[in-house]
């Protein structure tokens, strides 16, 4: 059965707190997180397209508990990612996004990131650089250090509640950045009709579909 918006309202309001607690965690990661913490925070983004946010993090244990993120090879990576659906081309993603992160034989993403006036230049910035990296993806990594109020995450489970909920017509089979952009205007809209603010809308419509808040 489908809720209706006064009974995701309602959801909304129980679960509240526990949305600004991860927003401020994500936060948090940002502001004080290592080169490290932050670029395995892009690797995880790196993993999420057409696989399971949870079998992408264990994943990332995984590579963790090996030290394979900032010393393993593409193939020794790929071993790693055995959870994770086309795992030889994101392994070499994560090699050449090391790579190109990588000053003076150390991750300096933070820095990187910095030079970047704003958020939508940050995202743009990392899908004309990043490989693997597309708006979606970007999107992703930048809420989770912090930086998600004004853009969305357009995976699967927002644009199937934006639909059930009438602010799009159909879900694209392809996502140009054209179309990207007009989503994440109506998704913004819409969170300032319902007076949801579209980072919590993300984490709302998770929880909608799994029960849980994760990220």
């Known amino acids: 059965m489908v809720e209706t918006l006064n009974e995701v309202k309602g959801t909304y309001f129980l679960i509240k707190d526990e949305i600004e607690d991860r927003l401020e965690e994500f936060q948090e990661k940002g502001r004080s997180g290592s080169d490290e913490e932050i670029f395995t925070e892009l690797v995880f983004c790196l993993l999420t397209p057409q696989s399971k946010a949870k079998s992408c993090w264990l994943a990332i244990q995984n590579l963790i508990n090996n030290n394979l993120i900032f010393q393993g090879s593409a193939s020794e990576i790929s071993e790693g990612l055995n959870i994770v659906r086309f795992r030889n081309n994101k392994a070499r993603y994560i090699v050449e996004a090391r790579e190109f992160f990588t000053n003076y034989e150390e991750i300096s993403i933070k820095s990187m990131l910095t030079q970047q006036k704003n958020v939508f230049s940050k995202r743009e910035w990392l899908v004309k650089d ?5 708006y979606k993806e970007a999107s992703h990594f930048l809420r989770n ?5 004004q853009i969305a995450i357009l995976d699967r489970h927002i644009l199937k509640n934006l639909k059930l909920y009438g602010v799009i017509g159909d879900i694209p089979k392809m996502l140009s950045r054209k179309k990207y952009f007009e989503i994440e205007k109506k998704m913004m809209d819409f969170s300032k009709e319902i007076e949801i603010p579209m980072s919590h809308l993300d984490l709302l419509f998770w929880y909608k579909e799994t029960g849980e808040i994760f990220k």
């Open 130 to 134: 990043v490989k693997g990296i597309g």
């Open 145 to 149: 250090i912090g930086f998600g109020k």
